[in-house]
Every structure is written in C-alpha cells, then in structure tokens.
C-alpha cells in the first residue's frame, strides 16, 4: 500500500518538471519581450535571462523530488522498524 501510494500519488507529481520548467522559460522569455528594443538589447541577453529562469524552476523542483523521495524512504524505514519491534516484543512476551 505505502509503494503504491507513493508511486501513484506522489511520484507522478513530479513526472513532468522538465516541461513545465521549460514552459517557465518560454512566458518569462515572451513577457521580457515587450520591453525588448532592438537597438538596446541583444536577443541573447533576453535568452539567457529566460533560460535561467527556467533552470532555477527545475532545479527547485528537482530538489523537492529528491527530498520528498528520501522522506518517503525515511519513512518506510520507521514503519519497517515499527513492525519489527511489534514483532520482537510479541515474541519475546508470549513466551513468558
């Protein structure tokens, strides 16, 4: 059940990071745009600036995914632990 709700639930969340961070790029690209002056600025400039924004989206992102997925193991790790010393103490106790 904890493999399928992460897997199902959380996971896909995070499936598509590189496109909408690639969709970031693009609107602050076309809103930088309306300032553009040909005579002032260079396109590449207004590219670059596009780009990074782009690439800080994804990198946020990203860092939440691998954040969320080492919470998701940690606690896995806990529940793990918690069976086995249910286990352990019933054992222990119902031999006494």
Do not use: C
């Amino acid at each position: 059940m904890y493999i399928d709700t992460y897997t199902k639930r959380i996971a896909p969340v995070f499936d598509n990071i590189e496109e909408e961070a690639k969709q970031i790029a693009d609107e602050h690209y076309r809103e930088m745009g309306a300032y553009f002056n040909p005579d002032y600025h260079d396109e590449g400039d207004f590219a670059e600036a596009a780009w990074e924004k782009g690439l800080e989206h994804f990198e946020g992102l990203s860092l939440i995914r691998y954040n969320t997925k080492l919470m998701w193991i940690s606690t896995m790790y806990q529940f793990w632990e918690q069976q086995v010393r249910k286990f352990l103490f019933r054992r222990n106790f119902s031999y006494s």
